[in-house]
């Protein structure tokens, strides 16, 4: 009798945390913000910040860590920056596109005025900061963070590649597929498929040999 109480206990425990789950499953997809699609098993942690999310479309069995910042601009300087000069705003068109699988352990940083695209499968560690634009420096007598932002280009990172620790990726850059992009990397132009790059600027260091089945050196 003790052992068919201790199963009825067991089973009763069982049902009560696949509820709680659920529970917990539906609040977590009712706090997602409304982004242009309905992602699927998508993991956003907690702080985040997401900036008009209708221009944002994310992948199925995504993870994004915690202190992420998706930020498509529609106008700027916005209207959160006080005592700004009289300066006539820009108005965008911002697209940002996470594809399925993509994964970044914390503090991704994406900013888009024009295109920011993350292709399937791209894994991503902390710290990393991709923008499509830079903020303006033609003028000496008005701070920067009220000029006008410039040399707008479109980003895209290759489907598979692999984007270390504090990496920074900068307008028109193309990050080939199956690339890797090394720790504290700045990448100032596109990376070719298979490429390992490294370095402030980022420059090629090691390219796969479809031949030799490995990585080689890259020519000078």
Known sequence: MSSLRGSIRRWVALRLALLVRSVDDE????????????????????????????????????????????????????AFMA????????TFD?????????????????????????????????????????????RGDVPYKYQPLGRIAPVVVGRGSWIGEHVV??????????SVVGANSVVTESIPPRSIAVGSPARVVRSWSEEENQWVRAAD
Do not use: K, W
Not at 36 to 63: F, K, M, Y
Not at 83 to 90: S, W
Not at 113 to 129: C, F, K, Q
């Open 169 to 178: 990726i900068l307008p028109g850059v193309e990050i080939g597929a199956f």
């Open 83 to 90: 005592g700004a000069p009289d300066i006539e705003p820009q």
């Open 94 to 138: 911002p697209s940002i596109r996470i594809g399925n699988r993509v994964s970044a352990t914390g503090y991704l940083t994406v900013g888009a005025v024009d295109s920011v695209v993350i292709e399937d499968d791209v894994l991503m560690a902390s710290h990393i900061y991709i923008g499509d634009n830079l903020h303006g420096t033609e």
């Open 27 to 78: 609040v977590e997809r009712r706090a997602l913000p409304r982004f242009a699609n309905q992602p699927r098993n998508l993991r956003l942690e907690a702080p985040h910040r997401i900036v008009n999310p209708a221009a944002i479309h994310v992948g199925d069995d995504v993870s994004l860590g915690p202190g992420c910042l998706l930020n498509a601009i529609r106008r700027y300087p916005g």
